[in-house]
């Protein structure tokens, strides 16, 4: 079974930092470009960032730039999206997503051009 499982979410003050992870298990994700992706209550899903299969390539959206860093270790089968200097306002549902390009990369943050998503992990920022 094709699966990707979100984990690291939690709690954090503002200023905190927080490392998420998404492992995936039955396929091979090296293969495959990431997408983290967030949703907050009442707030539509909004893309953070992406990274290419060798992670070569990487994109984030502005309000996260300069904050979140996204990288991946194939030989663990795993995508990391470490995130400092959190404000309240990243409090969300965070996402990641995987498609398979072939050879090509581009970022997206269109959740209908991706493949597999995990169930998401919780992240709150708040004092």
């Known amino acids: 079974q094709l699966q990707l499982v979100e984990s690291g979410g939690g709690l954090v003050q503002p200023g905190g930092s927080l490392r998420l992870s998404c492992a995936a298990s039955g396929f091979t994700l090296a293969n495959y470009n990431i997408g983290w992706f967030r949703q907050a209550p009442g707030k539509e899903r909004e893309g953070v960032s992406c990274i290419s299969t060798r992670g070569e390539r990487t994109n984030y959206a502005d309000s996260v730039k300069g904050r979140f860093t996204i990288s991946r270790d194939n030989a663990k089968n795993t995508v990391y999206l470490e995130m400092n200097s959190l404000k309240p306002e990243d409090t969300a549902v965070y996402y990641c997503?995987?498609?398979?390009?072939?050879?090509?990369?581009?970022?997206?943050?269109?959740?209908?051009?991706?493949?597999?998503w995990g169930q998401g992990t919780q992240v709150t920022v708040s004092s």
């Open positions: 997503a995987a498609r398979d390009l072939g050879n090509s990369w581009y970022c997206s943050y269109n959740g209908h051009e991706y493949d597999y």
